[in-house]
Every structure is written in C-alpha cells, then in structure tokens.
C-alpha cells in the first residue's frame, strides 16, 4: 500500500516537473518558426540552404507589457533563388511583423505579409490572454511599441469587413510591394 501512494506521489512530482518545463519560453524556436513564415515566396530550395537562409535573417523581439504576446520584426534583405532553373531571384528588403501568443501557442502574421491574421488576433487575445495582459498592450498610454503601433491594430479590427476591404491594411507595408522579381533573361540580354 506504501509502495502504491509513493508511485502515485512520484508520478504526480513528475508530472507537475515536466509541465513547468514546458511552460518556458523557447525563442529560438520562435524565432525560427517565424522566420520560416517569411520564406513563402522562395520555391523548392534543398533543406540545407532554406536552414542557412533562415538562420541569416535578422530578428528583433520588439519589447511590450504583455507577458503572453511576444511581437517580433524579421528583417528580409537577402537574396532569394526561387529556382535554379529558371533563374529567378527575388532582391529587397523589408519587414515582417509576427505576434505569438503563449497562451494558446499560435503564431499571427501581423504586416508585411499579403494576408495577415490581425482579426485572429484580436480575438484570440479576448480568450486567451488575461484582460489586465490585453489592455496593457492595447490601451496603454504608449501602445507603440518598435514599428507595431497597436492603436492603428485596434482601430484597423474595429472596422467592418467591408470597410476593411474597402481601405485596405495601412498598418505595415506588404513585403510583395516592397521586393521585386528578375529574371536571368533579363540579364543575360543586357549583356
């Protein structure tokens, strides 16, 4: 019977261990997947070079009061090959803007991107993050923080859909915009 109550007592020490070991925060591994989220436009590359094209890129964590939304700034100003057969490379540079809410484990394209999930995440922010986390990020007095300005977010999730698709996302820059595509015809004719 002692035997029992301490396997049972173990179990339960090691389940509460591996859950608080869980519940740290990895940002390697946030970095990296949100620096993968950038890398739609490059085609089929080899595994190898994706990985080192992902390493390069730059990232800044954009410093907030809330303690579940991590913002991030991906800076994109490399060289892309889309593909070696057809010699198209993409050439620019700009910014994607990425949130992640630890709450719920989920990543928000926020600018940069030709879609984004800015309503996703407003909402989710309601139902995951505590009310104190939200205000803090969105109602505060400063709520600028890095290139995010929260208030433009705010104002931007309050329009209707079709006011929405009527005014367009002014918050960031599209990164389709911003970069732009040449082709090896193009060069080999200057030559």
Do not use: H
């Not at 608080?20 to 993968?36: V, Y």
């Not at 309503?119 to 990020?137: C, P, Q, V």
């Amino acid at each position: 019977m002692i035997i029992k109550k301490l396997s049972f007592l173990i179990l339960i020490l090691l389940s509460v261990s591996i859950q608080g070991q869980e519940s740290k925060i990895d940002t390697s591994n946030i970095a990296f997947k949100a620096k993968l989220m950038t890398m739609f436009r490059t085609g089929v590359n080899d595994s190898t070079s994706l990985i080192k094209k992902i390493q390069s890129q730059k990232i800044e964590f954009v410093e907030n009061p809330s303690k579940s939304i991590i913002l991030m700034k991906i800076i994109f100003n490399q060289n892309v090959i889309l593909s070696k057969n057809e010699g198209r490379t993409v050439f620019g540079s700009c910014n994607y803007y990425i949130a992640f809410n630890n709450s719920n484990s989920k990543f928000y394209r926020i600018g940069g991107f030709d879609n984004n999930d800015v309503i996703e995440f407003i909402e989710d922010m309601g139902t995951y993050s505590s009310k104190i986390d939200e205000a803090l990020l969105f109602y505060n007095l400063n709520n600028v923080y890095g290139d995010f300005d929260m208030e433009c977010i705010s104002i931007y999730s309050e329009l209707s859909e079709r006011k929405r698709k009527k005014r367009g996302y002014k918050c960031f820059k599209k990164c389709s915009k911003e970069l732009f595509t040449d082709w090896k015809n193009m060069l080999d004719d200057k030559k």
